[in-house]
């Protein structure tokens, strides 16, 4: 090996990259040097992470896409992670990447990749502590905003929000009405308690939190008024504000929980975002088994499993549509009146995300026929470059493809071809940064937005580490 092919070498195993496990390996890793923060530089360390990047970089056959994996699994524990106390309990702040303020459903999927480790991990467990105790005084503070700042004192300091017509309160950065954000927190709480069965964080803080959520969700439903969540922004892009005084387009009470932002934070078109529905039926069962299982606290769960039921039946009586040659699918957003839009936005929940959250079995011949129609020219907006296709969204505009879309297809998918062609894109993808990107060019990769985006770092981690378990042969190919 040559003296280059050393110095290659021992970077990447100081910075816990498992690309060395032959001479071999090393030999076509030279030049794929990691961009990780030096070790002094992490803000979050785990040993079980840092081995869990070994045993899978073993694993993975193409050497770019070892080089990735090693870039974005750990970039969350890395970059965005902030320890302290409160109390004399752990605080956990987790910002989004590039923009200083901690998102509930960004930081939720942050996080997720590492789950699996925290049962034998007590740093991780105390950063998951920390995590969800933050959530639940976030949500304390508003239910309706979707991102906070660091100090729970503060105002905010993103721009977009500063001329907000209804003034935010402090410790708010952001005050988009998002479902998927109340589903996140409760969907964090479960994964946690799945791995660990620690009691530990579902304290009476955890569970003022929850009864707020499910309340929230219940003044959504606007059965006999509007409720008290209005939202409107001085904006050339009609996205970023609702209409009608801040309540948004017309709608008829059925059960569904209104919405006023997707979670690509777009405003919705029709305010029962269907996607987001599912989301908080799974959701709210979810929290019924923590409330159960680490509380005994009956009427919590109770509470909660009413819920779902009720935005069951109205997802069964009302989710539903047909495509001009007849195929019946499920509807992006709906008004109750009988309008309906399809179309597919790459941020999860989605329709394409929906079997990964487990709203419906991959199987399901519905939801099959739905996720086909959103990865075609029915979703206006899919589109397919010279690089790469994919599902996007009206926040970045045309032909610009999320990754991340890339990442629900392949987690989706039980066949090899699909899952190897989604692969190679996100590989193609990443502009030679070896990360994930929020959108890229469907024609030029080399433009893209957000070089420091937490959630598609993880999110392409995640499926790394599942394929290592689940379809070894295909990951250990050369793509």
């Known amino acids: 090996m040559s003296a280059k092919g050393m110095i290659d070498r021992r970077t990447m195993i100081g910075a816990g990259i498992a690309l060395v496990a032959t001479p071999a390996l090393a030999q076509k890793a030279t030049g794929f040097v990691s961009h990780r923060p030096a070790p002094a ?14 045993r899978v970089s073993k694993k993975i056959g193409d050497p770019k896409l070892r080089w990735m994996f090693g870039n974005c699994y750990p970039n969350t524990l890395d970059t965005t992670v902030a320890m302290r106390t409160i109390d004399g309990a752990p605080d956990a702040f987790v910002r989004t990447g590039d923009i200083n303020a901690l998102w ?19 740093d991780l467990r105390r950063l998951y502590h920390g995590l969800i105790a933050r959530q639940s005084r976030s949500i304390l503070i508003d239910p309706y905003a979707n991102a906070f700042m660091e100090d729970p004192a503060a105002r905010t300091n993103l721009s977009w929000s500063l001329d907000d017509r ?23 709480a479960h994964g946690y308690w799945q791995a660990t069965r620690d009691k530990t964080p579902f304290d009476a803080l955890w ?10 969700f219940r003044e959504q439903q606007r059965k006999d008024r509007k409720g008290p969540y209005r939202f409107q922004r001085r904006s050339n ?25 997707r979670p690509s934070d777009d405003a919705c078109v029709y305010p029962f975002l269907i996607p987001s529905n599912y989301f908080a039926v799974t959701a709210l069962r979810e929290l019924a088994v923590v409330a159960n299982a680490a509380r005994g606290d009956a009427a919590l769960a109770t509470d909660a499993v009413a819920l779902a039921d009720e935005v069951d039946a109205a997802l069964r009586q009302y989710a539903r549509m047909r495509l001009p040659d007849g195929r019946e699918v499920i509807p992006f957003e709906v008004d109750g009146f009988g ?30 026929r739905t996720a086909d129609a959103a990865w075609s020219d029915n979703n206006p907006y899919w589109s397919r470059g010279k690089v790469v296709e994919g599902i996007g969204g009206p926040h970045v505009g045309l032909g610009q493809v999320w990754p991340m879309s890339l990442v629900m297809r392949a987690l989706s998918s039980s066949d090899d071809a699909t899952i190897r062609q989604c692969l190679r894109m996100i590989r193609d993808s990443d502009g030679g940064t070896g990360f994930i990107h929020e959108a890229v060019d469907q024609d030029d990769p080399a433009k893209f937005t957000r070089e420091w985006f ?8 995640e499926l790394i580490v599942h394929l ?6 295909l990951l250990a190919e050369t793509l």
Not at 113 to 121: G, I, R, T, V
Not at 174 to 182: F, N, P
Not at 207 to 216: K, V
Not at 341 to 360: E, K, R
Request: hydrophobic share 40%; with cysteine.
């Open 454 to 461: 937490a959630w598609a770092n993880g999110l392409f981690g």
């Open 468 to 473: 290592a378990d689940t379809r070894p042969q």
């Open 104 to 122: 509930l459903r960004d930081s939720s999927a942050q996080v997720k990749p590492y789950l699996h480790l925290a049962k034998e991990d007590a």
């Open 207 to 216: 569970a003022e939190a929850a009864r707020l959520s499910i309340a929230t």
């Open 166 to 188: 209804f003034p935010l309160k402090p410790g708010v950065a952001e005050r988009k009405w998002e479902i998927d954000s109340l589903c996140y927190a409760m969907r964090l």
């Open 237 to 261: 892009n009609p996205t970023e504000s609702l209409m009608l005084d801040g309540y948004g387009a017309p709608s008829r009470s059925v059960g569904l929980i209104h919405c006023g932002f």
């Open 339 to 368: 309008n309906t839009i399809f179309m597919d936005d790459a941020n999860v929940p989605s329709l394409s995300s929906l079997a990964y959250l487990g709203c419906f079995a991959a199987t399901d011949p519905l939801w099959r």
């Open 41 to 54: 530089d992490r803000k979050f360390v785990s040993k079980s992470v840092e081995r869990e990047i070994v």
